[in-house]
């Protein structure tokens, strides 16, 4: 009886003590879990903050990237404007060195034209001098060269005296082997009068005209007769001009093309 008791007893004490140990190692485990899931709560609050951070530095990132993109944007458009009046004033300089350009070479002809008038002038006056000396009456005036002749060489145009009309005609014999080396230059045979009469005036220097054209083979186109108030002063005279329509012509167009 007391061999059962005994077993009994050493069974109770097995049994309790290794319900003991497994409630110790459950409690073990228990804690372990709760660790676990602690530090696992832990690992996702960190989680969140760092999403949290992580979003907050994107849309910083997001909003930089965007002020950037627009102030990119904004340069661009800025240089292509710029690039665009940049061409636009270039060419404008173009076009205005163009014109000055135009317009110098226009100046240019002018200038040349008044040179080379200014230059036959002179020239026809260096040859009158030599022709009919440096005594001669002969002056320039407003690109024009113009003799007056003197009251013998006057006078010998309608004189019946032989050696009147030699005088004359010895003096127009050289002035027209001067005006036949300047085909282009206009020729005006111009009365002057002191007393009123220009139809006398006018009279002789049709007279000339027509001598000049007869006689000594002076083109009629060229030949011009007229007759002006001398004032105090009466004569004859041959105005020689080169020829300025075409060159007046010419001014004219360059001022219309100008306007």
């Given at each position: 009886?007391?061999?059962?008791?005994?077993?009994?007893?050493?069974?109770?004490?097995?049994?309790?003590?290794?319900?003991?140990?497994?409630?110790?190692?459950?409690?073990?485990?228990?804690?372990?879990?709760?660790?676990?899931?602690?530090?696992?709560?832990?690992?996702?609050?960190?989680?969140?903050?760092?999403?949290?951070?992580?979003?907050?530095?994107?849309?910083?990132?997001?909003?930089?990237?965007?002020?950037?993109?627009?102030?990119?944007?904004?340069?661009?458009?800025?240089?292509?404007?710029f690039t665009k009046a940049s061409i636009e004033k270039s060419e404008n300089i173009g076009?205005?060195?163009?014109?000055?350009?135009?317009?110098?070479?226009?100046?240019?002809?002018?200038?040349?034209?008044?040179?080379?008038?200014?230059?036959?002038?002179?020239?026809?006056?260096?040859?009158?001098?030599?022709?009919?000396?440096?005594?001669?009456?002969i002056n320039v005036a407003n690109g024009a060269v113009t003799?007056?002749?003197?009251?013998?060489?006057?006078?010998?145009?309608?004189?019946?005296?032989?050696?009147?009309?030699?005088?004359?005609?010895?003096?127009?014999?050289?002035?027209?082997?001067?005006?036949?080396?300047?085909?282009?230059?206009?020729?005006?045979?111009?009365?002057?009068?002191?007393?009123?009469?220009?139809?006398?005036?006018?009279?002789?220097?049709?007279?000339?005209?027509?001598?000049?054209?007869?006689?000594?083979?002076?083109?009629?186109?060229?030949?011009?007769?007229?007759?002006?108030?001398?004032?105090?002063?009466?004569?004859?005279?041959?105005?020689?001009?080169?020829?300025?329509?075409?060159?007046?012509?010419?001014?004219?167009?360059?001022?219309?093309?100008?306007?």
């Amino acid at each position: 009886m007391n061999k059962y008791f005994t077993l009994l007893s050493i069974l109770f004490i097995s049994v309790t003590t290794l319900q003991a140990q497994k409630k110790s190692d459950l409690l073990i485990e228990i804690q372990n879990l709760k660790a676990s899931k602690d530090s696992i709560n832990n690992l996702y609050v960190v989680s969140k903050k760092r999403e949290t951070v992580s979003k907050t530095e994107a849309d910083s990132y997001k909003t930089q990237v965007d002020e950037l993109l627009v102030t990119n944007n904004s340069l661009m458009e800025n240089i292509n404007n710029f690039t665009k009046a940049s061409i636009e004033k270039s060419e404008n300089i173009g076009k205005t060195l163009e014109s000055l350009q135009d317009k110098e070479a226009k100046l240019k002809v002018i200038n040349d034209k008044f040179s080379s008038h200014d230059s036959i002038a002179l020239a026809i006056l260096t040859d009158l001098k030599k022709s009919l000396g440096e005594n001669s009456t002969i002056n320039v005036a407003n690109g024009a060269v113009t003799i007056s002749l003197n009251e013998a060489t006057r006078n010998g145009l309608t004189s019946k005296s032989a050696v009147d009309k030699s005088a004359t005609e010895s003096m127009l014999t050289q002035i027209t082997n001067v005006l036949k080396r300047y085909k282009d230059a206009t020729i005006t045979v111009e009365g002057v009068t002191n007393t009123g009469e220009f139809d006398v005036a006018l009279n002789l220097a049709t007279v000339l005209a027509n001598k000049l054209q007869k006689q000594y083979s002076i083109s009629n186109a060229r030949l011009v007769a007229t007759t002006k108030d001398g004032g105090f002063t009466e004569g004859l005279n041959i105005r020689i001009s080169p020829k300025f329509d075409a060159f007046y012509f010419l001014v004219r167009e360059q001022i219309k093309e100008n306007n």
